[in-house]
């Protein structure tokens, strides 16, 4: 698999490393998988801001928490209210 | 399921971080790969769990983004055995138990029968007991097919026979031999019907053989009814096994006889019980007490427990001893008819065992008394099936040329 230099530590493939897009598997409103984070930038009961390279993404709601993640992969689980992508 | 059970196994932590930067603590922690889960940001101090052996990586990410990092709980195996490690016969209960239930493991401990009518579970057990097979029996040193075909050449009774061991339990099926009760002869022999009592021919059904008598004719006991010989129209004879059913009118009586003094059995309401638990074929009295020393009589049970309908290597044997007395009483005619009508009906069903699809037509009872006894007769008109079979010797002349 071809790696670009500014992903030295990402895992995806090379075709959306460059494109810098994140993977998100949404089940109803209640739990959000993420691939490709960078980090996370806020972290609240009401509102998470993951770091997604260029831009941020923002989910608001309520009971919001990390179920678990790794490096590069997050669970979300909580009341999912809305998703903002923060350019 | 499986990854708690392996995060049990190994370990982990409840995790409590608190400071300015918590967000750059978690971000840290997850590039250096520290695998966190269930998160919480409770009152701007985040709380995790994460593995036993990333707590180092953790607390170095939590130095390096100024945060304070403890520990809130540990979880896990390797926490419950250090905490009772000073309780070593708790560790050498374990094993003993491993130990043990690996060794019983290795016997059978409960046998189940699916057995035709013919036999019982009681002579079942006998015959497999010979040959080695029973409850406590070492598994490995069975051999089962074996043991099948020996039974089943020696007994006539059973056509086709199994045995399943499962684990410590085992299950024993048989089939019957169906075909003795087809009555099947041996061709080679010859016979001749004879009767085997006096009495008037009512029905004859004749498969083999020539009749000799025919409806209404008086026979007695040792006459030729069906004969193996077989006359043709031109002039030649067969000799065959003969094979018929001759029903004919029989008569019997009997006469019953009980003395008008008697002595019965007075119990008392107190009864001595002997229980034992038996385990394992281990035997352990929980119940003893004295044996009467008067006169008693002893009744015994065993039962076998059992669980979701699996039986148990485990049996409650019981005997109760009832005391009685004997108390001389003097019956009357009524006491001393119900008496005797009981002992008929005792005697009816020996007497119609012993006969041939013997029913019974006509009974005729009197009853009469004497000085110290009373008497009952019955006379008897059964019709019943009175052929046996006598075999034929055929003895074969010289030829001549």
């Known amino acids: 698999m071809k790696k670009s230099k500014g992903d030295q530590g990402m895992k995806m493939p090379a075709f959306m490393a460059n494109l810098g897009n994140v993977h998100m598997d949404i089940s109803g409103n209640h739990e959000i998988i993420l691939e490709g984070g960078k980090g996370i930038v806020e972290y609240g009961d009401k509102s998470i801001k993951i770091n997604a390279g260029k831009y941020i993404l923002a989910f608001c709601g309520r009971g919001l928490h990390i179920q678990c993640m790794n490096d590069s992969d997050i669970v979300i689980h909580g009341f999912v209210t809305s998703i903002e992508y923060i350019m | 399921m499986i990854v708690h059970l392996l995060r049990w196994l190994f370990g982990y932590y409840d995790i409590s971080v608190e400071g300015k930067f918590t967000e750059r603590f978690i971000n840290l922690a997850a590039r250096k790969g520290v695998n966190m889960w269930k998160l919480r940001n409770i009152n701007g101090c985040i709380c995790f769990c994460t593995g036993k052996n990333e707590w180092n990586t953790a607390q170095s990410a939590a130095e390096k983004t100024q945060n304070s990092i403890h520990i809130v709980k540990e979880h896990g195996l390797p926490y419950i055995l250090a905490k009772h490690k000073h309780r070593s016969g708790l560790l050498a209960g374990a094993v003993l138990f491993a130990v043990f ?129 077989m006359e043709y129209n031109d002039g030649t004879n067969v000799i065959v096994d003969s094979n018929a059913q001759v029903f004919a009118k029989t008569a019997r009586s ?148």
């Open chain 2, 101 to 229: 239930c690996k060794v019983m493991s290795c016997f059978v401990w409960s046998i189940s029968y699916q057995l035709p009518e013919i036999i019982n579970e009681y002579e079942m057990q006998e015959i497999l007991s010979e040959y080695g097979f029973h409850e406590g029996a070492y598994r490995e040193s069975l051999n089962v097919q074996d043991i099948i075909d020996k039974i089943s050449l020696k007994d006539n009774r059973i056509s086709w026979m199994t045995i399943n061991i499962i684990g410590s339990c085992a299950e024993v099926r048989v089939s019957p031999d169906t075909s003795q009760s087809l009555n099947r002869r041996d061709i080679s022999q010859t016979s001749n019907m004879i009767s085997a009592a006096d009495g008037t021919v009512t029905r004859i059904k004749v498969k083999n053989g020539s009749s000799k008598i025919s409806v209404g004719d008086g026979i007695k006991k040792g006459q030729m009814l069906v004969s193996g010989v």
């Open chain 2, 254 to 401: 009997a006469e019953i006889k009980i003395p008008k003094n008697i002595e019965v059995p007075v119990f008392s309401d107190s009864a001595a019980v002997k229980s034992e638990i038996v385990f394992f074929g281990i035997k352990l009295p929980f119940s003893i007490q004295d044996t009467p020393d008067c006169n008693n009589i002893k009744t015994a049970e065993s039962e076998q427990l059992t669980f979701l309908d699996s039986r148990l290597p485990l049996y409650i044997n019981s005997e109760i001893l009832r005391e009685y007395t004997k108390k001389p009483v003097v019956l009357d005619r009524q006491q001393a008819e119900t008496i005797l009508k009981n002992k008929l009906s005792l005697y009816e069903v020996f007497m119609l065992g012993s006969t041939n699809q013997g029913t019974v037509l006509q009974k005729k009872i009197s009853f009469s008394e004497s000085s110290d006894s009373y008497i009952l007769k019955a006379d008897y008109e059964i019709e019943e099936d009175v052929c046996i079979r006598m075999p034929l010797k055929v003895v074969s002349g010289d030829s001549q040329d």
